[in-house]
T-cell receptor, first 112, second 114 residues
């Protein structure tokens, strides 16, 4: 059983579209949640943390539903530069220092 | 001013060879990691060191041996390379405690075993 599951996509959307990604995690004791972004042939980089109350950073909104063990990322007004793979990441409560579990990622392509 | 650096960036070698990948971070972090990203893009942790002490050692073949000479460096040595070792290896670092779990990744080392 995978710790973190994501729809791999690909999602192909036009500029200006709104797109949403979903992610589920298996361990109810999970403590911290993140979205990382990985450009083609580059390293992953933190996009945003996900808080229980939901949080927004510009065009990006992250939501967490602990009861359903579900995390989402909403991107509004998509830009060409948003094309990348989005990785859902979970840290478990009490886990070994710094241990993160990564989903396989959801690929997004924004076209002009 | 590179934060996390790895060398080499590309590594092409024959089966059975021994190779090393080096990682250095200048962020002052106390925890470093090695990840493997396979052809299906799945990123999985291999090892983690905190203050030069091994704290995560996933189920990887013992042909893989990490070494941390100091907090700023974590190297990965691989013996008797196999075809299945072909992947991208990422080094990462983070600061333990302080309320943040952000890990900063190096640019990756693309290993191809022929």
């Amino acid at each position: 059983r995978k710790e973190v599951e994501q729809d791999p996509g690909p999602f192909n959307v036009p500029e200006g579209a709104t797109v949403a990604f979903n992610c589920t995690y298996s361990n109810s004791a999970s403590q911290s949640f993140f979205w990382y972004r990985q450009d083609c042939r580059k390293e992953p980089k933190l996009l945003m943390s996900v808080y229980s109350s939901g949080n927004e950073d510009g065009r990006f909104t992250a939501q967490l539903n602990r009861a359903s063990q579900y995390i989402s990322l909403l991107i509004r007004d998509s830009k060409l530069s948003d094309s990348a793979t989005y990785l859902c990441v979970v840290k478990e409560r009490g886990s070994t220092l710094g241990r993160l579990y990564f989903g396989r990622g959801t690929q997004l392509t924004v076209w002009p | 001013d590179t934060a996390v650096s790895q060398t080499p960036k590309y590594l092409v070698t024959q089966m059975g060879n021994d190779k090393s990948i080096k990682c250095e971070q200048n962020l002052g972090h106390d925890t470093m990691y090695w990840y493997k990203q396979d052809s299906k893009k799945f990123l999985k942790i291999m090892f983690s060191y905190n203050n030069k002490e091994l704290i995560i050692n996933e189920t990887v073949p013992n042909r893989f041996s990490p070494k941390s000479p100091d907090k700023a460096h974590l190297n990965l040595h691989i013996n008797s390379l196999e075809l299945g070792d072909s992947a991208v290896y990422f080094c990462a670092s983070s600061h333990s405690g302080g309320g943040t779990d952000t890990q900063y990744f190096g640019p990756g080392t693309r290993l191809t075993v022929l």
